[in-house]
């Protein structure tokens, strides 16, 4: 995270009010710096990017899943289910970004510092878009409520919207179809 840093969320939350006035002063100019740079480089990001910004906020998105594929291509995804409203869950995302090959590229999850553990349900608090120049290609970091970071070096994002995911234990009984494509469109 180049902007919301765990840290300065951290002195944030501090206890002492002098602490907490000047973090949250730092993190109101965290927040415009980002805003600029964002504007700063939003026509070069990829659509589904821009469409992803202009539609939703991962803002205490809660973190579903992650996975992992190499056998036919880089691919990594995470599963969010965004906020909800009292009475409806949120929406569902599928983000799956092409990550970038070589040594600059790939997915890097940074740990959670040692006063905090991996715990079960993970939200994501902030999140930031960025373009690597000097390497060719952007980058979407993650923080996470558990302290770790997530940041992802890639060339493409694809975004889904899906309307269910369900453990095993939970897969609904019964058929389930689709429109044909005519129909869909």
């Not at 700063?40 to 992992?68: N, Q, W, Y």
Request: aromatic content about 8%; some cysteine.
């Amino acid at each position: 995270m180049k902007y919301f840093k765990p840290e300065l969320l951290a002195r944030c939350r501090s206890r002492d009010d002098d602490v907490a006035d000047a973090a949250a002063k730092e993190w109101d100019e965290a927040a415009d710096a980002y805003q600029a740079r964002f504007k700063a480089i939003e026509s070069l990001l990829p659509g589904e990017v821009t469409r992803l910004c202009s539609r939703f906020s991962l803002h205490d998105a809660k973190m579903l899943g992650a996975a992992f594929a190499t056998r036919e291509g880089a691919l990594f995804g995470i599963l969010l289910q965004l906020e909800g409203v009292p009475g409806h869950l949120g929406e569902i995302l599928q983000l799956n970004y092409h990550p970038v090959a070589g040594p600059h590229g790939g997915v890097n999850v940074k740990p959670p510092d040692s006063s905090s553990g991996v715990r079960r349900d993970v939200w994501v608090l902030y999140d930031e878009f960025d373009l690597d120049k000097e390497h060719g290609f952007f980058t979407h970091s993650l923080l996470l409520s558990d302290g770790r970071e997530i940041e992802v070096r890639f060339h493409g994002l694809v975004l889904r919207l899906l309307d269910q995911v369900v453990t095993p234990t939970h897969l609904p009984a019964g058929e389930r179809k689709w429109g044909t494509a005519e129909a869909v469109g």
